[in-house]
């Protein structure tokens, strides 16, 4: 007997016969021993919907009362699943974060997990239920509802995983698994088994969304096991795992590419202790998130400073940063919005060398000159203008083997 | 400075430019120097909207989960409220029945509240905070969500009132008050500035909508000063209070009527001891609700029983019943759906002779035949043809003096 941990989305959720399915779905892997408990997201449109009326209120609702509204989402889902599974004539209960006891800090709309309480759970599962948690949400120490923002069940998930001691917490989406790169710009792309929480966290943050950040930070720093599959598919997915030795035999698991960024350079800084905090403080303060900053070696004293910044935020950027340039004495800002970050993600990386040559020259036989390039320990980023994209991740995915089994 | 528990139900927050006027009401009276505890219902529609999705899983949904459901409704209204009462400048805070501690039993849907906890709602009021609290819902011993049935946010209101010992409990709806009779079939019908609480529930009892009868009972117990208005008008509505030696002056104070009842009579029953029981435990346990029970006075061993039911159970009624005739060796079974109950009510009753014989004779005059009769110490109803019920009730009005002021 395993005691499973299963996290439904917004998609699985989507409509009363989806929640019908899913409720299926569960009981089958409830007949064969295991206990269940299952984390759901709010039916696919919930939430924005319930955006849109706080908005229709006021542009900027209280952060509280805001949480307040939101979780309801995740407990009409957890209801309507609940009902589906007892009117299929299993047992079941939902259960909300304040019910569970799920604590976390104060910060409404994106609050964090501090502690789990597993007594009710486990009362519920001893009596042979199948328990259904609300993700998304949780309880302050002051007992107001808190959320932990967009994908929080996935942490939801992963954190109810770790706390129960669970033997699997099981991602059901509207995808089959992880990919080496995204199908719908490269045929060849191939379904990964297994991949580490390394590798997941640096796809992830490139754009793979299938998996909450967190909730993969979660999983490493608990070691819960994870395996992302489709909710529509019998078929297995792709585990999320500890690294291993074996791992390491493969250089590159995935191509991933960004094309929300734009590109901001500073030239001729007069290079002098405090000038980068000096230039970054503006967007900070204007709650711009600063990606990728290189900073060439100074000549003469002066030196280029570049910087990508999300897309929505590019013209705000250049105003602040020109200011900035004119009080430090720099010579002129440029900008560019046409560009793309393609990257190569590998545990390998840190046991094989020339693999970022290898990048470069794969790039460099295509024609594609690259305008910014930053590396970490498994992963290699190039900045490289927007129209070469997709020909980018085609070359380096056949470049590094992707598209063969290895 | 007073403490003052308002209540708005589902038309009143029917929509977010509705809880806005709803939040800047509630701001004037607050800004007045008052303590401001508000109980919303959900939106006008809501309630009904998530029945719809329960049933599009299960015909039968399972109560427990019901509940968890539709108590997302008072959710999401508390949370709009709380908005906007911040987004004009003032605080708020929106709680929901775990957060406020009211502690009910385990019956889901028709739940009954045992205590109310005043602690979190005490210190809120202390900070000056409007608070906003869900009505409908409360929690069992063990945690779980129940909710109080329909009208329960009533319900709310008054036991928040009673527990914090509040001033007044107003009632926001849709009319303006307590009339004398139902406007749309009697013009000259006025609204009463005030009414006991009994009064008020033979009138709520009998068909005039306004107040869940659970609610007044709740207010006569704890003597709460209960103050029915309309959400979209200034002036005052109907209070409903103990009852006082003047308001014996006036002898009727309300003509009700209801139509959704049908009559179904036995004749010549055989007059043994447990008759009676013998004829109603079928209609028992098949949940159908008896209202108006006469039996004529025994002859030759043999009696008449007559009864009404409500409309919809009429079929199923006359079944059962026929059923029981042949066992228990009565002659027949007749019924009738074309009737109407017409009452009138009025504490003055106790004291006054004559009121029923006036009532009969007005009646008479008209040449509405009386098919049954039941009275009560401060009520008297009559069944007539269903055609004469608009014609019964303005005849009745004006002969009780309820057209002119009083």
């Known amino acids: 007997m395993a005691l499973i941990v299963q996290k439904y989305g917004g998609t699985s959720v989507g409509s009363i016969d989806r929640i019908k399915s899913v409720a299926k779905r569960v009981i089958d892997t409830y007949k064969q021993g295991n206990q ?11 939430t924005d919907g319930l955006i849109e009326l706080a908005k229709k209120v006021t542009q900027d609702p209280d952060p509280r009362e805001l949480d307040v509204l939101l979780s309801t989402g995740e407990q009409v889902s957890v209801a309507l699943f609940a009902m589906a599974i007892k009117s299929m004539g299993y047992d079941a209960r939902s259960l909300l974060g304040f019910q569970v006891g799920i604590h976390t800090d104060k910060l ?38 808190t959320t932990l923002g967009r994908g929080g069940s996935d942490t939801t998930a992963v954190a109810l995983a770790a706390a129960l001691n669970a033997d699997i917490c099981e991602i059901y989406t509207d995808v089959d698994g992880i990919y080496t790169t995204d199908p719908n710009i490269c045929p060849e792309a191939r379904k990964l088994d297994v991949i580490s929480y390394d590798e997941m966290l640096e ?35 792709t585990m999320v795992v500890p690294e291993t030795k074996d791992m390491e035999k493969v250089v590159v698991s ?73 009080e430090i004495g720099a010579e002129k800002v440029l900008g560019d919005e046409n560009i793309a970050k393609v990257s190569i993600v590998g545990v390998g990386m840190r046991t094989h060398a020339g693999v970022a040559q290898k ?47 290895q």
């Open 36 to 46: 269940m408990v299952v984390v759901l997201s709010a039916m696919a449109g919930q």
């Open 108 to 145: 409404y709309g994106k609050a964090r997990i501090h502690q789990i309480d597993t007594k009710r759970i486990k009362e519920e599962l001893e009596k042979g239920r199948i328990v259904a948690v609300a993700g998304f949400q949780g309880l302050d120490e002051d007992g107001n509802i």
């Open 203 to 237: 796809m992830a943050s490139l754009g793979a969304k299938v998996l909450e950040i967190r909730a993969v930070e979660f999983a490493k720093k608990f070691n819960v096991k994870l395996h992302v599959r489709s909710s529509f598919k019998e078929e297995g997915g």
């Open 254 to 326: 995935g191509v991933t590419y960004n094309k929300n960024e734009a590109r901001v350079t500073i030239k001729r800084v007069p290079d002098k202790p405090g000038i980068a905090a000096k230039i970054f403080k503006p967007l900070f303060d204007a709650g711009i998130v600063v990606d990728m900053i290189i900073q060439n070696t100074s000549e003469d004293g002066y030196t280029d400073m570049t910087f990508t910044v999300p897309k929505p935020d590019f013209k705000k950027s250049i105003q602040l940063v020109e200011k900035v340039a004119k």
């Open 359 to 405: 990048m470069f020259e794969t790039l460099a036989q295509e024609g594609i000159n690259i305008l910014m390039i930053s590396t970490s320990e498994i992963k290699i980023s190039c900045v490289v203008e927007e129209k070469y994209t997709e020909l980018a991740v085609r070359v380096l995915h056949r470049a590094f083997g992707l598209d063969k089994n």
